[in-house]
């Protein structure tokens, strides 16, 4: 493969592994693994996946995008709430990424399970072994963890027959005209943007329960209890974005609103509760918001 392109004026400034990913059919994930490699040129010169382009810059590709490897162990400490020889729930922080993707090729919660326990390396899909459901980088809390293929099978089955309880706590901008409901709206990818999702005609069905327990004082924010019944990629904060009242500190649905309250994502998985994928036992597992969740409530006015 060989490509080569003068930067045009509409990408002026923008991360190279992004513009090459525009202007090609390549991932953003492939120009990544290529870039590592040395495969992509600029002006005759190696760089990296955050260099920012010129107009009239001239960028070079040349050979094809190594296939990843599997995910490897790394030693991240973990937060465990549940330990049997088939299932794990663990505490994920804010700030950690699931499993590898673009732009994050280790440091996820994958390499620290594989670390922990080697075996579940055989466990589910290769790419992200173990992992039955997923949480947004930013978003903390509880998750669940197969560690044996029977395992897996169960709770993925679980979780299509929406059989699993998922609660979360969010604190959110604005009052809600009810004070508890549910928000249903179809979800796909956004048209207009497409690293996004957005409630579209033609997306998945998705149902959010929601409950409001507090008000600030003031009415400028809201702390709810909310339930998965479906589970799409940002469901909670796409769907509270529609109403009108996005996810206080989210920078991509419109939770950011300056000041020093609201700078990370006030999304956080509190409760888990299904029945064991081997024994058939209920396992619940509750964990409380991290500390800075309440100093963000005390700094919005919640008594």
């Known amino acids: 493969m060989f490509e080569a392109f003068i930067v045009p004026d509409g990408l002026d400034g923008v991360r190279v592994d992004r513009a090459i990913s525009t ?4 991932s953003r994930a492939d120009v990544q693994r290529m870039l590592t490699s040395g495969l992509i040129e600029v002006d005759g010169r190696s760089v990296t996946k955050s260099t920012k ?15 990843p490897g599997p995910p490897g162990p790394q030693p991240i400490d973990l937060d465990i709430r549940y330990e049997d020889d088939d299932v794990l729930i663990v505490h994920k922080p804010f700030g950690l990424v699931v ?5 994050h090729v280790d440091g996820t919660l994958v390499n620290a399970l594989l670390a922990f326990d080697p075996a579940i390396a055989d466990v589910g899909q290769p790419a992200r ?6 949480l947004d980088r930013d978003t903390s809390g509880l998750m669940m963890v197969a560690r044996s293929p029977e ?3 169960g709770l993925v089955k679980q979780l299509k027959a929406r059989r699993v309880t998922r609660g979360y706590r969010s604190l959110v901008w604005g009052v809600l005209a009810e004070a508890r409901g549910v928000i249903e709206g179809p979800i796909g990818r956004d048209r207009a943007r497409r690293t996004r999702m957005a409630v579209v005609q033609d997306g998945r069905p998705a149902r959010t329960h929601y409950r409001v327990d ?10 709810l209890a909310l339930r998965l019944e479906t589970g799409r990629t940002h469901q909670i904060r796409v769907h509270l974005a529609s109403i009108g009242h996005p996810v206080v500190g ?17 999304l956080h998985s509190e409760f888990l509760s299904f029945a ?15 500390l800075d969740f309440a100093a963000d409530k005390e700094a919005l006015g919640f008594a």
Do not use: C, K, M, N
């Open 151 to 153: 395992a897996y099978d």
């Open 129 to 134: 072994p173990g992992i039955v459901h997923r």
């Open 214 to 223: 507090a008000t600030s004082l003031g009415g400028g924010a809201s702390e």
């Open 53 to 67: 382009l010129g107009v009239g810059q001239r960028v070079t590709v040349t050979g094809t995008p190594a296939e």
């Open 250 to 266: 989210d920078p991509v649905y419109g939770g950011r609103r300056g000041g020093d309250v609201g700078d990370r994502l006030r």
């Open 23 to 26: 202007l090609t059919a390549l």
């Open 99 to 103: 499993h590898p993707g673009a732009g």
């Open 276 to 290: 064991h994928p081997v024994t058939g036992e209920t396992v619940e597992r509750f964990a409380d918001p991290p």
